[in-house]
């Protein structure tokens, strides 16, 4: 296993890292992704111990805390071996408080987790989102003091936009506050949206990427095929898909999966691992969180690493998945001098 830099911070990790949202099936739209209790958990973990994957993703709401739960368990006479990865800011119970990155909604949602994941410190504390409504100098204070206190190792964000990021950087450093080492991204051969402004400014300010549903919630892997139905076990036929079906356009889509078809035939890997490993070689990607129900899928997944596609070979999924970017990006790649992209071979 190959472990990198998060971003400015000292901490390293994994290139691969396991998301654990499969835990629990607390709800309807989590059941869709999967319902793994504490026995099959443990061994999904012990798996991952023994490839090197050593971090493991969740949340507060996924599956109403059953994932952080269950994930505690699991890891079990386990926690000085192991880096945990947690999130707060979206809703969860009720009340006026109870959704937001205000300095009342964290330190509950904060202690919250400590509990369920039976550890007294989380790795890694993200922004699940960014909230427009509390102001930044409030969450970041907050976060800085949960550093203070040893119950928060690294601060990171989630689906913040370009200027998100940029404005919580500047306020960190303006106070001399812990700033966000890592952004938990989604990040896919079918949209590539990342490396128009995040991925740069990611190369800037030294912010680690954590890529979530690296497959395209699933679609990338292996079981989509051109003019055949969806398949029927899938998390977008269910209903669970954290990707929407109208960020993905189907003809470009069928062109990547034939594109990856081929390559998958050239290299003797699955559809998945080429997807996975033209990933590992982006800039600025630190770690792509791997998902699996089982654990074949999960052994499958992790042969992702450990060989490399080749440049021509890379060079192809780009033109295959390429698509016109929107203003300013389209303005500002007139002139590529002065606004050079990011380096990819």
Same mark, same amino acid.
């Given at each position: 296993?190959?472990?990198?830099?998060?971003?400015?911070?000292?901490?390293? !990790?994994? @290139?691969?890292?396991?998301?654990?949202?499969?835990?629990?099936?607390?709800?309807?739209?989590?059941?869709?992704?999967?319902?793994?209790?504490?026995?099959?958990?443990?061994?999904? @973990?012990?798996?991952?111990?023994?490839?090197?994957?050593?971090?493991?993703?969740?949340?507060?709401?996924? /599956?109403?805390?059953?994932?952080?739960?269950?994930?505690?368990?699991?890891?079990?006479?386990?926690?000085? $071996?192991?880096?945990?990865?947690?999130?707060?800011?979206?809703?969860?119970?009720?009340?006026?408080?109870?959704?937001? /990155?205000?300095?009342?909604?964290?330190?509950?949602?904060?202690?919250?987790?400590?509990?369920?994941?039976?550890?007294?410190?989380?790795? =890694?504390?993200?922004?699940?989102?960014?909230?427009?409504?509390?102001?930044?100098?409030?969450?970041?204070?907050?976060?800085?003091?949960?550093?203070?206190?040893?119950?928060?190792?690294? *601060?990171?964000? /989630?689906?913040?936009?370009?200027?998100?990021?940029?404005?919580?950087?500047?306020?960190?450093?303006?106070?001399?506050?812990?700033?966000?080492?890592?952004?938990?991204?989604?990040?896919?051969?079918?949209?590539?949206?990342?490396?128009? +402004?995040?991925?740069?400014?990611?190369?800037?300010?030294?912010?680690?990427? *954590? =890529?979530?549903?690296?497959?395209?919630?699933?679609?990338?892997?292996?079981?989509?095929?051109?003019?055949?139905? !969806?398949?029927?076990?899938?998390? @977008?036929?269910?209903?669970?898909?954290?990707?929407?079906?109208?960020? =993905?356009?189907?003809?470009?889509?069928?062109? *990547?999966?034939?594109?990856?078809?081929?390559?998958?035939?050239?290299?003797?890997?699955?559809?998945?691992? !080429?997807?996975?490993?033209?990933?590992?070689?982006?800039?600025?990607?630190?770690?792509?969180?791997?998902?699996?129900?089982?654990?074949?899928?999960? $052994?499958?997944?992790?042969?992702?690493?450990?060989?490399?596609?080749?440049? +021509?070979?890379?060079?192809?999924?780009?033109?295959?998945?390429? @698509?016109?970017?929107?203003?300013?990006?389209?303005?500002?790649?007139?002139?590529?001098?002065?606004?050079?992209?990011?380096?990819?071979?």
């Amino acid at each position: 296993m190959e472990y990198r830099q998060l971003g400015a911070s000292g901490l390293h !990790v994994p @290139v691969l890292s396991f998301g654990t949202a499969t835990f629990g099936g607390g709800n309807e739209f989590f059941k869709a992704w999967g319902s793994t209790q504490t026995d099959e958990a443990t061994r999904l @973990v012990n798996l991952c111990l023994d490839a090197g994957v050593n971090l493991f993703d969740t949340a507060d709401v996924y /599956s109403d805390g059953l994932s952080e739960t269950i994930l505690g368990k699991a890891l079990t006479g386990l926690r000085d $071996k192991v880096l945990i990865s947690t999130k707060a800011t979206f809703t969860f119970g009720e009340g006026p408080n109870n959704q937001g /990155s205000s300095r009342f909604h964290l330190l509950k949602q904060c202690e919250s987790s400590l509990k369920r994941l039976k550890t007294d410190y989380i790795d =890694i504390y993200h922004m699940h989102g960014f909230d427009g409504v509390t102001p930044v100098e409030e969450t970041l204070r907050t976060l800085d003091d949960l550093v203070q206190s040893g119950k928060v190792r690294y *601060i990171a964000c /989630s689906n913040f936009s370009g200027w998100h990021l940029m404005k919580s950087l500047a306020v960190s450093e303006k106070y001399g506050w812990n700033r966000y080492v890592g952004h938990q991204v989604y990040y896919s051969l079918v949209n590539r949206e990342y490396e128009w +402004e995040l991925m740069p400014l990611g190369i800037d300010q030294r912010v680690g990427g *954590i =890529i979530w549903s690296p497959l395209a919630a699933g679609r990338l892997g292996g079981k989509y095929r051109r003019n055949q139905p !969806v398949p029927p076990d899938s998390r @977008v036929a269910q209903g669970g898909s954290p990707v929407p079906a109208f960020a =993905i356009p189907e003809a470009l889509f069928y062109t *990547i999966i034939d594109t990856l078809d081929e390559l998958a035939t050239e290299t003797g890997k699955t559809v998945a691992q !080429v997807a996975l490993n033209w990933l590992l070689q982006r800039p600025t990607v630190s770690t792509i969180v791997i998902g699996a129900r089982t654990e074949e899928q999960l $052994k499958q997944n992790l042969a992702a690493v450990g060989w490399n596609l080749t440049t +021509e070979q890379v060079k192809r999924l780009d033109a295959a998945s390429d @698509v016109p970017t929107i203003y300013p990006y389209w303005h500002q790649r007139q002139n590529l001098t002065l606004n050079p992209p990011p380096k990819f071979y």
